[in-house]
């Protein structure tokens, strides 16, 4: 067996048994399965490989139980305790009420999801003292204390350079608010930076009718897709090489915008692995970077893999654009030739990872209409260009509010026919 296959079934087996584990499924019953998937997978069909990638199946299924001791929550349940902690994430805020996510002081340990009032605002780095019952989570998510009683301890204990980029963030924010209207400046900012405390609770409906969520869920599709689309369209006016470094710039600087959140980071790595590995056009290369991605961050978080919505949809993005992409190619017997700013190439793109995402997008949101293939198809063609000169538009704005307006104004017209979709087949379609 040559080593980069070696290497692909080492992090598959080890990957399906977290899987297992996460899924819950019986040690003794994941035996016969992991059998099945073996001979149905492994192509080298010999007593020693059999062995290996049992082993590594196993060695996944335990080390998921492993992670789950060495990171237990230390916490006392429903009942009413006094608790100090840290904001350790950018609160969440919504129409009626603010999400924070406290990091716990000792002695208890990990972490637990506030459900506040909108004011007082709190902030990141915020240490807090909270009165209230922690109700254990049906999830996997965070614990949660609902409304209780909360006492700011004190400012600026957090990390000081995430609170740097976070008042950049805000900056930024500001800039866009200034010169567009709020619909449109909520929805930008929701596709930049996850942002979606400004929606309606009409128009997060419409999201969900029309299968468009996923636009305002900050994951490795949308960074994939971003990344790609800017590299084809900068390919377009110069050469390949330069299209690349661009890309990984712009990733790099999307990332530290968004204020480095270890879900963004995540996203961006998996971008800028597809990246690197299409330079290579070779289909070992896309499918080792991916997976290997994957082995490394599931050893660093083996929770990820199930109870993560947007490692899923970077994930599964990337396995539509390395194998969907090119089967429709072969399919519908499509040339590879030079279109404007590479629309057929992004076009094509864009509906592979979106085919790809379609279970994880309905098994999460709870809803799909076969209209959505045809809305994601009319908007996601236009959202790289929108996010580019969203950015445009709000560096500009600390150079000159006047720039900043011409080239809002450029940005509002993708913006309000993106909206427009969005309604129509959400609303009036739905």
């Known amino acids: 067996m040559k080593a980069y296959d070696a290497a692909f079934y080492i992090a598959v087996f080890f990957i399906i048994g977290i899987a297992a584990a996460s899924l819950r499924i019986n040690i003794w019953l994941s035996l016969p399965i992991a059998a099945i998937l073996i001979f149905s997978i492994l192509k080298h069909r010999s007593v020693f490989w059999y062995t290996i990638v049992l082993f590594l199946f196993f060695m996944g299924y335990f080390y998921y139980n492993f992670y789950l001791v060495l990171h237990e929550e230390h ?110 400046s909520a929805f930008l900012a929701g596709i930049l930076f996850g942002e979606r405390g400004e929606f309606s609770p009409e128009f997060t409906e419409a999201l969900k009718k029309s299968g468009t969520t996923h636009l305002v869920a900050l994951s490795g599709y949308n960074v994939s897709i971003i990344a790609i689309a800017l590299s084809n369209m900068f390919a377009y006016f110069g050469s390949r090489r330069r299209a690349f470094w661009f890309s990984i710039v712009f990733v790099v600087a999307f990332v530290l915008m968004t204020g480095a959140e270890e879900s963004v980071v995540r996203a961006a790595i998996m971008g800028i692995v597809f990246l690197v590995a299409e330079r290579s056009s070779r289909l070992y290369s896309f499918r080792n970077a991916v997976t290997l991605t994957a082995f490394v961050m599931l050893l660093l978080n083996p929770k990820l893999l199930i109870f993560n919505v947007g490692f899923q949809l970077s994930f599964m993005a990337l396995i539509g654009l390395i194998y969907l992409k090119p089967a429709l190619e072969k399919l519908l017997n499509i040339a590879k030739k030079e279109t404007f700013l590479n629309w057929r190439e992004n076009l094509l793109q864009t509906f592979s990872a979106q085919m790809a995402v379609l279970p994880v997008v309905i098994a999460t949101f709870g809803y799909f209409s076969p209209l959505s293939l045809f809305s994601n198809v009319l908007i996601l063609e236009f959202i790289p260009l929108t996010m580019f000169l969203g950015f445009v538009t709000m560096f500009l704005g600390v150079v000159s509010y006047h720039l900043s307006v011409i080239a809002g104004s450029i940005t509002g017209i993708l913006l309000g026919y993106e909206i427009f979709i969005i309604n129509l087949f959400g609303v009036y379609l739905s």
């Open 75 to 184: 916490i006392v349940f429903d009942k009413e305790i006094t608790f100090a902690g840290i904001v350790i994430k950018e609160p969440a805020f919504g129409l009626k009420s603010q999400e924070i996510v406290l990091g716990f002081n000792k002695p208890y340990s990990g972490e637990v999801r506030i459900y506040t009032a909108l004011y007082p605002e709190y902030h990141y780095g915020d240490l807090l003292e909270i009165t209230g019952e922690v109700s254990k989570s049906s999830s996997n998510r965070s614990n949660i204390v609902s409304f209780p009683t909360i006492k700011l301890e004190g400012v600026n204990h957090g990390n000081r350079a995430k609170e740097f980029l976070f008042s950049i963030k805000q900056t930024l924010i500001n800039n866009i608010e200034r010169v567009l209207p709020r619909e449109k």
